[in-house]
């Protein structure tokens, strides 16, 4: 009973020296904005693989069509972990370069494996959510656009692509959301983003529970910042007749 | 009873772009068959390979064992530790998908007292990253609570099932409110008229109902959940990850890391692969006939 | 005090409701008698729908009252259930439950909700099917019924609640031509049988032919009624002469 009582005592952010040790805030604030970078860094590049992707999948070359189905399944029913442990410990291991002091040295830092291994899996998910997308722009619509005397580009550009994109608006949103949820992975990899510098922190402090619900409310909190500018975007692409 | 939605009956209607259903992650139709066979058969080329190749270009230096064989001989413990993955997977699945539905039927109550919460608890879980969550659970719940002379013990992997089962009911309360709010208000009227309380409504008439647009997205997330199991080795229980990353240290061996990591890819995928191409199917299914 | 049967049945006083802003009935009253079949005709939107039900208590009203064998329905206080058993309802969408067969959902509220004896219910159940002519479908579930099928196992459903009034909301209007005329035979009969019905409809023909009261409503308001041979030949409102006009 008392150990229930002591997990529920109410003093949750009793010991916050993130607030008020110079040195941890700074620590702190490093990690935010390491996950941040990684965060913004991750959905451009998810972004163009999936719209690069999607513009492939309606090529006519089969070979071309096949392979962006095969890098698609395979990024998608695999451990998003897993993949990162191969690209760094696996990949990351045999890609060395002689470094100046002749000892080998990595090609690629850890982050940059982080970056490259989230990009590839959030982008893997962009390509079916934004082929699915022009797969929903009616048939129809592109026929008229065939008979204004558009082009194959033309109509991808300027008809496929702006509709594919409100239609995709929704399920985007939520994979990015994930993507930001899964730059956490990056600890296991020793990036100093936000968790990392956390499990620093209370593992030198002892003041886990607080750091623990800093964390949590700092992740919410990027996310909100997410969700909000993700909405401001939907709107902005809003026009009358399409969504509620 | 459904009718379909004419074009009349949306405000300002373009005759050209009818508003689709709102995708969801999980209404991704994901595979072509054709995909099915070639992502196995070169995903089996690609590991064959990378196992292959090197074995010959060491053959000459000396007694060290295949690439092949050792894989061999790991594979009884690899598939033991999997199965302790799919068995994590299964107990957070059943935990998650219990208090999502509860959590699901709370957030459409008709007070705001008891919908308000239930919206907050659904986003925060929704929204939190899977492996903070994790750690919370690891590092915050007791080992063991004593309830009136009762010790209930709570061993690294039993917390860690708790911690995955967190998101697993977010997710859940998000697709039960989809799939109720989804249900014609015709439904609920006619019960009402017919003399049915607001719970013998949601018992025996909404939930029913709610299963069938439920199903797709519970295995796509089933799937999400079986592949984010190796997060627990982060937080110190072992299951396939942290066997494979001992195998490895133990082989010590440099040409064995791609095809290893490969080859734990590979049981990832063969269990994963199947659930999703019928989530797929199921989806096509059902978005036609509903 | 109890109500007794050369009372109305039904009656309506004063009644006000909006939605938000709308003001949809302003002021409605009228009384039904037990046994007597009343149609509410008018143009879209003059509150029609509204009207019944509220009768059911499925919106609720602002001011007035509502009073069904005596008591007021918009009460409080009001035994829900007691009310439901009196008064059923057909809707124009039919909204059967698409997870259970004919039979089940004709058997479904007299089990879940009366807590009647299964064996029993399903009998009446059976004879109620066989009433609306829909021997041979118990088994069969909604998707697989036409229109007019379904919204007879929809009126069936309601009278196994062994309802004292039948309210039909437009039940015809989302039914192809070929099937209205089966379900008008089976409402038809209920009136013949002596049922209390209110009926929202456009069929202007069947209203003529089985109302004792038609009803024209027309901005919230009751405009004109009486027995259908003064209200289509001799309307006297040139509200009801310029609607009628439209229709015939």
């Given at each position: 009973?008392?150990?229930?009582?002591?997990?529920?005592?109410?003093?949750?952010?009793?010991?916050?020296?993130?607030?008020?040790?110079?040195?941890?805030?700074?620590?702190?604030?490093?990690?935010?904005?390491?996950?941040?970078?990684?965060?913004?860094?991750c959905?451009?590049?998810?972004?163009?693989?999936?719209?690069?992707?999607?513009?492939?999948?309606?090529?006519?070359?089969?070979?071309?069509?096949?392979?962006?189905?095969?890098?698609?399944?395979?990024?998608?029913?695999?451990?998003?972990?897993?993949?990162?442990?191969?690209?760094?410990?696996?990949?990351?291991?045999?890609?060395?370069?002689?470094?100046?002091?002749?000892?080998?040295?990595?090609?690629?830092?850890?982050?940059?494996?982080?970056?490259?291994?989230?990009s590839?899996?959030?982008?893997?998910?962009?390509i079916?959510?934004?082929?699915?997308?022009?797969?929903?722009?009616?048939?129809?619509?592109?026929?008229?656009?065939e008979?204004l005397?558009?082009?194959?580009?033309?109509?991808?550009?300027?008809i496929?692509?702006?509709?594919?994109?409100?239609?995709?608006?929704?399920?985007?949103?939520t994979?990015?959301?994930n993507?930001v949820?899964t730059?956490?992975?990056?600890y296991a990899?020793?990036?100093?983003?936000?968790?990392?510098?956390?499990?620093?922190i209370?593992s030198?402090?002892?003041?886990?529970?607080?750091?623990m619900?800093?964390?949590l409310?700092?992740?919410?909190?990027?996310?909100?910042?997410?969700?909000?500018v993700?909405?401001?975007?939907?709107?902005?692409?809003?026009?009358?007749?399409?969504?509620? | 009873?459904?009718?379909?939605?004419t074009?009349?009956?949306?405000?300002?209607?373009?005759p050209?772009?009818l508003?689709?259903?709102?995708?969801?992650l999980?209404?991704?139709?994901?595979?072509?068959?054709?995909?099915?066979?070639?992502?196995?058969?070169?995903l089996?080329?690609?590991?064959?390979?990378?196992?292959?190749?090197?074995?010959?270009?060491?053959?000459?230096?000396?007694?060290?064992?295949?690439?092949?064989?050792?894989?061999?001989?790991?594979?009884?413990?690899?598939?033991?530790?999997?199965?302790?993955?799919?068995?994590?997977?299964?107990?957070?699945?059943?935990?998650g998908?219990?208090?999502?539905?509860?959590?699901?039927v709370?957030?459409?109550?008709?007070r705001?007292?008891?919908?308000?919460?239930?919206?907050?608890?659904?986003?925060?879980?929704?929204?939190?990253?899977?492996?903070?969550?994790?750690?919370?659970?690891?590092?915050?719940?007791?080992?063991k609570?004593?309830?009136?002379?009762?010790?209930?013990?709570?061993?690294?992997?039993?917390?860690?099932v708790?911690?995955?089962?967190?998101?697993?009911m977010?997710?859940?309360?998000?697709?039960?409110?989809g799939?109720i709010?989804?249900?014609?208000?015709?439904?609920?009227?006619?019960?009402?008229?017919?003399g049915?309380?607001?719970?013998?409504?949601?018992?025996?008439?909404?939930?029913?109902q709610?299963?069938?647009?439920?199903?797709?997205?519970?295995?796509?997330?089933?799937?999400?959940?079986?592949?984010?199991?190796?997060?627990?080795?982060?937080?110190?229980?072992?299951?396939?990850?942290?066997?494979?990353?001992?195998?490895?240290?133990?082989?010590?061996?440099?040409?064995?890391?791609?095809?290893?990591?490969?080859?734990?890819?590979c049981?990832?995928f063969?269990?994963?692969?199947?659930?999703?191409?019928?989530?797929?199917r199921?989806?096509?299914?059902?978005?036609?006939?509903? | 005090?109890?109500?007794?049967?050369d009372?109305?049945?039904?009656?309506?006083?004063?009644?006000?409701?909006?939605?938000?802003?709308?003001?949809?009935?302003?002021?409605?009253?009228?009384?039904?008698?037990?046994?007597?079949?009343?149609?509410?005709?008018?143009?879209?939107?003059?509150?029609?729908?509204?009207?019944?039900?509220?009768i059911?208590?499925?919106?609720?009203?602002?001011?007035g009252?509502?009073?069904?064998?005596?008591?007021?329905?918009h009460?409080?206080k009001?035994?829900?259930?007691a009310?439901?058993?009196?008064?059923?309802?057909v809707?124009?969408?039919?909204?059967l439950?698409?997870?259970?067969?004919?039979?089940?959902?004709?058997?479904?509220?007299p089990?879940?909700?009366?807590?009647?004896?299964?064996?029993?219910?399903?009998?009446?159940?059976?004879?109620?099917?066989?009433?609306?002519?829909?021997?041979?479908?118990?088994?069969?579930?909604?998707?697989?019924?036409?229109?007019?099928?379904?919204?007879?196992?929809?009126?069936?459903?309601?009278?196994?609640?062994?309802?004292?009034?039948?309210?039909f909301?437009?039940?015809?209007?989302?039914?192809?031509?070929?099937?209205?005329?089966?379900?008008?035979?089976?409402?038809k009969?209920?009136?013949?049988?002596?049922?209390t019905?209110?009926?929202?409809?456009?069929?202007?023909?069947?209203?003529?032919?089985?109302?004792?009261?038609?009803?024209?409503?027309?901005?919230?308001?009751?405009?004109?009624?009486?027995?259908?041979?003064?209200?289509?030949?001799?309307?006297?409102?040139?509200?009801?002469?310029?609607?009628?006009?439209?229709?015939?």
């Amino acid at each position: 009973m008392e150990t229930v009582l002591d997990w529920l005592r109410p003093d949750w952010f009793f010991d916050l020296s993130v607030v008020g040790d110079d040195y941890n805030r700074a620590r702190y604030l490093n990690g935010l904005w390491m996950t941040v970078k990684l965060s913004v860094i991750c959905i451009l590049l998810s972004l163009g693989i999936g719209i690069l992707g999607a513009a492939i999948q309606g090529a006519k070359s089969r070979a071309l069509r096949v392979s962006v189905g095969f890098f698609v399944a395979f990024f998608r029913n695999t451990p998003p972990l897993v993949q990162l442990y191969f690209f760094y410990f696996a990949i990351g291991t045999i890609l060395r370069i002689t470094g100046e002091n002749g000892l080998p040295q990595p090609l690629v830092s850890s982050f940059g494996w982080a970056i490259i291994s989230l990009s590839l899996f959030a982008g893997a998910l962009n390509i079916e959510i934004f082929r699915s997308g022009v797969e929903a722009v009616p048939k129809a619509t592109i026929e008229a656009a065939e008979a204004l005397g558009y082009t194959r580009l033309q109509i991808y550009r300027y008809i496929v692509l702006p509709l594919a994109l409100r239609i995709s608006m929704s399920a985007l949103g939520t994979n990015l959301v994930n993507l930001v949820k899964t730059t956490t992975l990056a600890y296991a990899i020793a990036v100093p983003e936000l968790l990392y510098v956390a499990a620093q922190i209370w593992s030198e402090d002892l003041n886990v529970r607080e750091m623990m619900n800093v964390l949590l409310l700092s992740y919410v909190g990027i996310v909100a910042v997410l969700v909000w500018v993700l909405h401001r975007w939907e709107k902005a692409l809003r026009f009358p007749g399409y969504g509620g | 009873m459904k009718k379909a939605v004419t074009p009349e009956q949306i405000k300002g209607h373009l005759p050209v772009l009818l508003p689709t259903r709102k995708l969801m992650l999980s209404d991704i139709p994901l595979h072509d068959r054709l995909f099915n066979i070639w992502t196995a058969g070169a995903l089996l080329i690609a590991f064959l390979a990378s196992a292959i190749g090197p074995s010959f270009a060491q053959a000459g230096a000396g007694p060290a064992r295949s690439i092949i064989t050792i894989l061999l001989d790991w594979t009884p413990s690899i598939a033991k530790a999997f199965g302790f993955n799919v068995l994590i997977s299964i107990f957070a699945m059943a935990i998650g998908t219990v208090l999502g539905v509860g959590l699901g039927v709370l957030q459409v109550s008709p007070r705001a007292v008891i919908r308000r919460p239930a919206w907050l608890v659904t986003q925060f879980f929704r929204n939190s990253p899977w492996l903070v969550l994790l750690f919370y659970c690891i590092l915050l719940i007791p080992f063991k609570i004593t309830l009136f002379g009762v010790t209930i013990p709570f061993p690294g992997w039993i917390k860690a099932v708790i911690g995955l089962s967190l998101p697993v009911m977010a997710y859940m309360s998000e697709y039960m409110r989809g799939a109720i709010n989804s249900i014609p208000t015709g439904q609920w009227e006619s019960a009402q008229s017919l003399g049915f309380t607001r719970g013998q409504t949601m018992r025996d008439i909404i939930l029913p109902q709610t299963i069938k647009r439920v199903l797709p997205p519970w295995m796509n997330l089933y799937a999400v959940l079986t592949m984010a199991t190796p997060l627990v080795s982060i937080v110190g229980v072992s299951e396939v990850m942290s066997l494979t990353r001992a195998a490895l240290s133990a082989e010590g061996r440099v040409d064995l890391l791609i095809p290893m990591y490969l080859y734990i890819l590979c049981w990832f995928f063969i269990y994963c692969y199947p659930i999703s191409t019928l989530t797929g199917r199921l989806e096509r299914r059902y978005s036609v006939k509903l | 005090m109890p109500w007794t049967p050369d009372q109305p049945i039904i009656s309506l006083k004063d009644v006000h409701k909006s939605f938000g802003q709308i003001e949809v009935l302003r002021g409605i009253s009228m009384d039904v008698m037990k046994g007597e079949v009343v149609c509410i005709i008018g143009p879209s939107g003059s509150g029609k729908s509204t009207l019944i039900r509220c009768i059911n208590a499925l919106n609720d009203i602002q001011s007035g009252s509502i009073t069904v064998e005596g008591q007021e329905v918009h009460d409080q206080k009001l035994d829900m259930l007691a009310l439901r058993k009196k008064v059923g309802m057909v809707f124009q969408q039919y909204n059967l439950f698409p997870h259970k067969t004919a039979l089940e959902n004709v058997m479904m509220a007299p089990i879940k909700v009366l807590k009647q004896n299964r064996s029993e219910v399903e009998l009446r159940a059976r004879a109620l099917l066989k009433k609306v002519r829909l021997e041979g479908k118990e088994n069969a579930y909604p998707g697989e019924l036409s229109g007019g099928q379904q919204q007879r196992v929809a009126i069936a459903r309601s009278l196994a609640m062994n309802p004292d009034v039948m309210l039909f909301d437009e039940v015809t209007a989302a039914l192809d031509p070929e099937t209205v005329k089966e379900v008008l035979v089976t409402i038809k009969d209920l009136a013949a049988e002596g049922m209390t019905c209110i009926l929202v409809t456009h069929e202007m023909g069947f209203a003529r032919e089985i109302a004792d009261c038609i009803y024209f409503t027309d901005k919230g308001v009751i405009v004109e009624y009486g027995p259908p041979q003064t209200f289509f030949e001799n309307a006297k409102d040139p509200r009801t002469k310029q609607f009628l006009s439209q229709i015939l």
